[in-house]
């Protein structure tokens, strides 16, 4: 059983189009994230929710806009993508969101030509 | 400066070799310290929570020494298995759960 799982696992798509990555997690938790792992291997948080509330919005720009229509699902849209947004894309879950271990999905690579 | 700075890697080591990372975090409020694995083109794992009194999980101590703000990571008789990237990570606790990650450390165990 997957825990945490995010479709698609690869996309590639042209500069200005709009795209979304969904998340799903069956863990039961109620917090979830979305990471972005750049060409560099390093790992920043973007956002995360709990409990279909935001509760960290990163300085992203606002093409990019998260929606968690409920608490086992967070999905990530992004509007006129640009060459570097080129990333990994990792959504992850924890049980609350205080200090409790997160659990990470398999990436979205996302290449933009 | 970044929030989290880890020792520049790659570290390539004989297999059966004892190697150690070491990780620094600036901000005084981080309240919980981990290490995380991540393989090639995966997703980072938790190898291990860190605690101010040491913690060891097989062939694997941490230790967190919170005055000089330093967390390290010992792997003992080294695996080819071993051979991913670690990666050091701060909670501050009072921010929705966000994780500072260190740039990561690249580990190669070789035969």
């Known amino acids: 059983d997957t825990a945490v799982s995010q479709t698609p696992k690869y996309l590639v798509t042209q500069m200005g189009n709009d795209k979304s990555i969904k998340c799903e997690q069956n863990?039961?938790?109620?917090?979830m994230y979305w990471y972005k792992q750049d060409s560099k291997k390093f790992l920043k948080i973007m956002f995360s929710?709990?409990?279909?509330?935001?509760?960290i919005n990163e300085t992203v720009p606002n093409r990019f806009s998260p929606k968690s229509p409920d608490k086992a699902h967070l999905n990530l849209h992004i509007n006129s993508l640009e060459l570097g947004d080129s990333a990994v894309y990792f959504c992850?879950?924890?049980?609350?969101?205080?200090?409790?271990?997160?659990?990470f999905g398999p990436g979205t690579r996302l290449t933009v030509l | 400066r970044k929030e989290v700075e880890q020792d520049p890697g790659p570290f390539n080591v004989p297999e059966g070799a004892t190697v150690a990372f070491n990780c620094t975090y600036s901000?005084?409020?981080?309240?919980?310290f981990f290490w995380y694995r991540q393989d090639c083109r995966k997703e980072p794992k938790l190898l291990m929570s860190?605690?101010?009194s040491g913690n060891e999980d097989g062939r694997f101590t941490a230790q967190l020494n919170r005055a000089s703000q330093y967390i390290s990571l010992l792997i003992r008789d080294s695996k080819l298995s071993d051979s991913a990237t670690y990666l050091c990570?701060?909670?501050?606790?009072?921010?929705?759960?966000?994780?500072?990650f260190g740039q990561g450390t690249e580990l190669s165990v070789k035969p």
């Open positions: 992850a879950s924890s049980q609350d969101q205080g200090v409790s271990e997160q659990f």
């Open positions: 863990l039961g938790h109620d917090t």
């Open positions: 929710y709990n409990n279909k509330e935001l509760i």
């Open positions: 901000n005084s409020a981080s309240q919980s």
């Open positions: 860190v605690y101010s």
């Open positions: 990570v701060v909670n501050r606790g009072n921010q929705g759960g966000k994780l500072i």
